[in-house]
């Protein structure tokens, strides 16, 4: 990794790692500290990241992870990062590490014999500052689900694939989603934290290069009353350690699905309203998560189906049986989301969960009565809802584990509390002359 370092002129390191919503914080460093940060880590103040720890745990320090060496190719002078572990001064893995409870969650499906892969597809708006300082879609972006576009948003997503592949993430698609200004780029499957990694860094390459247009790259969920929003479908599967097999494949089933498949989602759908302050961790996330969007509403899993929480996609070759999640959205913390996801499958797994009957008729509009007689569930529709879910969710909370669990729940709490207090322009518009 150093010979690469310097065959690529690399000036600058940045050493990153996230807090616990996910944004991405950076220590940098001179390349020539970079082997004595590699033998003794990089020390930095904890206490000064918001939610990350305590003023008592101020002082912690950085391990890179040296599999995640990667050149930015937008970077002048040469700067590259390392993703990194974060410890404490007795050289403990820090419990407050959003990508340690993913190595956990890991490391106990490899207990189980299976390796866990991921392979997201991301949606984002891609917008411009209009004359009034508001941003909208580009003034020739018309274009609406697969369509082919000549305009200028079309070289820009082109510029933003160059990059991701640069960075070493193996991209399988990008098109236009339904949207004015909305956008889908899609990876391959891959390992859970080298997915999670991908997220991360899929996110920053976009603004960075959007920028660079002088356009602005969003994930926040529903930007736009009465559009899409943006969305971040998880396909997962499961390897059997040691011959690599797919452990949701059985070509006997009708829908493709092992049994060990069918634990796992079952595992999903019973934590599905706990998973959802992770899953879909803003206010602005349960605007997406409503009907008439093809977001998901209902707790159900289904084949053609794109409403349903769970979507077994067809496949050509059975090996290739996958699982996709429709609840997360792009804001999330790639790490804590899939730890839950992960956890939450395996504890159907381990519980040997039954999988109720697939749903592939329309729920939107289906009454309650009839969703009970169906025995179907309904996700949270606001973040408070979505936070007491996760309270009474120990599977969920022990994914995360105490220290995760209760700076996610002291942020969401206040983001809720700051939201309740606002006065918004819908309110002005429907109250101000008539009350």
């Given at each position: 990794m150093?010979?690469?370092?310097?065959?690529?002129?690399?000036?600058?390191?940045?050493l990153?790692?996230?807090?616990?919503?996910?944004?991405?914080?950076?220590?940098?460093?001179p390349?020539d500290?970079?082997?004595?940060?590699?033998?003794?880590?990089?020390?930095?103040?904890?206490?000064s990241?918001?939610?990350?720890?305590r003023?008592?745990e101020?002082?912690?320090?950085?391990?890179?992870?040296?599999?995640?060496?990667r050149?930015?190719?937008?970077?002048?002078?040469?700067?590259?990062?390392?993703?990194?572990w974060?410890?404490?001064?007795?050289?403990?893995?820090?419990?407050?590490?959003?990508?340690?409870?993913?190595r956990?969650?890991?490391?106990?499906?490899?207990?189980?014999?299976?390796?866990y892969?991921?392979?997201?597809?991301?949606?984002?708006f891609?917008?411009?500052?209009?004359?009034?300082?508001?941003l909208?879609p580009?003034?020739?972006?018309?274009?609406?689900?697969?369509?082919f576009a000549?305009d200028?948003?079309?070289?820009?997503?082109?510029?933003?694939?160059?990059?991701?592949?640069a960075?070493?993430?193996?991209v399988n698609?990008?098109?236009?989603?339904?949207?004015?200004?909305?956008?889908?780029?899609?990876?391959?499957?891959?390992?859970?934290m080298?997915?999670?990694?991908?997220?991360?860094?899929?996110?920053?390459?976009?603004?960075?290069?959007?920028?660079?247009?002088?356009?602005?790259?969003?994930?926040?969920?529903?930007?736009?009353v009465?559009?899409?929003?943006?969305?971040m479908?998880?396909h997962?599967?499961?390897?059997?350690?040691?011959?690599?097999?797919?452990?949701?494949?059985?070509?006997?089933d009708?829908?493709?699905?092992?049994e060990?498949?069918?634990?796992?989602?079952?595992?999903?759908?019973?934590?599905?309203?706990?998973?959802?302050?992770?899953?879909a961790?803003?206010?602005?996330?349960y605007?997406?998560?409503?009907?008439g969007?093809?977001?998901?509403?209902v707790?159900?899993?289904?084949?053609?189906?794109?409403?349903?929480?769970v979507?077994?996609?067809?496949?050509?070759?059975?090996?290739?049986?996958?699982?996709?999640?429709?609840s997360?959205?792009?804001?999330?913390n790639?790490?804590?989301?899939?730890?839950v996801?992960?956890r939450c499958?395996?504890?159907?797994?381990?519980?040997r969960?039954p999988?109720?009957?697939?749903?592939e008729?329309?729920?939107?509009?289906?009454?309650?009565?009839?969703?009970?007689?169906?025995?179907?569930?309904l996700?949270?529709?606001n973040?408070?809802?979505a936070?007491?879910?996760?309270?009474?969710?120990?599977?969920?909370?022990?994914?995360?584990?105490?220290?995760?669990?209760?700076?996610?729940l002291?942020?969401?709490a206040?983001?809720?509390?700051?939201?309740?207090?606002?006065?918004?322009?819908?309110?002005l518009?429907?109250?101000?002359?008539?009350?």
């Amino acid at each position: 990794m150093l010979a690469q370092a310097e065959a690529a002129g690399t000036r600058y390191i940045d050493l990153q790692f996230t807090d616990v919503m996910g944004a991405v914080k950076t220590v940098t460093i001179p390349a020539d500290q970079l082997p004595d940060t590699i033998e003794h880590g990089t020390w930095f103040d904890g206490s000064s990241v918001e939610s990350f720890a305590r003023t008592a745990e101020s002082d912690m320090y950085l391990v890179p992870d040296l599999e995640t060496f990667r050149v930015l190719p937008w970077a002048t002078p040469a700067t590259a990062r390392l993703f990194c572990w974060a410890h404490t001064p007795d050289g403990e893995p820090y419990p407050g590490d959003p990508r340690g409870a993913l190595r956990r969650a890991i490391e106990l499906a490899r207990e189980l014999g299976f390796e866990y892969r991921c392979g997201p597809e991301i949606e984002f708006f891609l917008l411009r500052h209009n004359g009034n300082g508001a941003l909208e879609p580009l003034p020739h972006d018309r274009g609406g689900y697969f369509d082919f576009a000549t305009d200028r948003s079309v070289d820009v997503r082109q510029a933003m694939v160059s990059a991701l592949q640069a960075l070493g993430i193996e991209v399988n698609t990008a098109h236009h989603e339904v949207a004015a200004g909305q956008h889908e780029i899609d990876f391959s499957h891959a390992p859970a934290m080298k997915s999670a990694d991908d997220v991360i860094t899929f996110r920053y390459t976009l603004k960075a290069i959007a920028q660079q247009s002088d356009l602005v790259a969003t994930f926040m969920p529903k930007p736009f009353v009465g559009l899409n929003g943006s969305g971040m479908h998880v396909h997962q599967s499961l390897r059997r350690v040691g011959d690599s097999e797919n452990a949701f494949s059985d070509a006997r089933d009708e829908y493709g699905l092992s049994e060990t498949a069918k634990h796992f989602i079952a595992g999903q759908l019973h934590h599905a309203a706990g998973m959802c302050a992770v899953l879909a961790p803003l206010v602005n996330s349960y605007k997406r998560l409503v009907r008439g969007f093809e977001a998901p509403v209902v707790v159900s899993w289904a084949r053609t189906n794109r409403a349903a929480l769970v979507r077994i996609p067809h496949v050509t070759r059975r090996p290739t049986t996958r699982v996709e999640l429709r609840s997360p959205d792009p804001s999330c913390n790639p790490y804590l989301a899939y730890a839950v996801m992960l956890r939450c499958g395996l504890d159907g797994i381990r519980r040997r969960l039954p999988l109720p009957p697939p749903v592939e008729e329309s729920l939107y509009g289906f009454d309650d009565v009839e969703l009970e007689r169906r025995n179907v569930g309904l996700l949270p529709d606001n973040l408070k809802d979505a936070i007491d879910a996760f309270r009474h969710d120990d599977v969920v909370q022990d994914a995360l584990g105490d220290h995760l669990a209760e700076r996610l729940l002291e942020a969401k709490a206040l983001e809720w509390r700051e939201y309740r207090m606002q006065v918004t322009p819908w309110e002005l518009d429907h109250y101000l002359d008539l009350a």
